[in-house]
């Protein structure tokens, strides 16, 4: 998730029931920042961080070294 909105695999927010009594920024709304960052790190944070990264949510990334490796060997295109 991010700021209490939850993504998928691709980074598009996914329609929760409680969606709209989240009180803070939409998923839109933080994608028109110019610089999202996100701090994150770990294998079982490996998914999560590709797709804020894929569906561009995030676009400054501070991470541990493991996860920028995997990061890459999954990198799509």
């Given at each position: 998730?991010?700021?209490?909105?939850?993504?998928?695999?691709?980074?598009?927010?996914?329609?929760?029931?409680?969606?709209?009594?989240?009180?803070?920024?939409?998923?839109?709304?933080?994608?028109?920042?110019?610089?999202?960052?996100?701090?994150?790190?770990?294998?079982?944070?490996?998914k999560?961080?590709?797709?804020?990264?894929?569906?561009?949510?995030?676009?400054?990334?501070?991470?541990?070294?493991?996860?920028?490796?995997?990061?890459?060997?999954?990198?799509?295109?």
């Open positions: 998730d991010a700021l209490g909105r939850f993504f998928d695999k691709d980074g598009r927010e996914i329609m929760t029931p409680f969606r709209d009594r989240v009180i803070g920024l939409s998923i839109d709304e933080l994608c028109a920042i110019p610089n999202r960052l996100l701090v994150a790190g770990g294998s079982h944070k490996y999560a961080i590709h797709a804020a990264l894929t569906g561009k949510i995030a676009n400054i990334l501070v991470t541990d070294i493991r996860t920028a490796e995997w990061l890459i060997k999954n990198a799509k295109g």
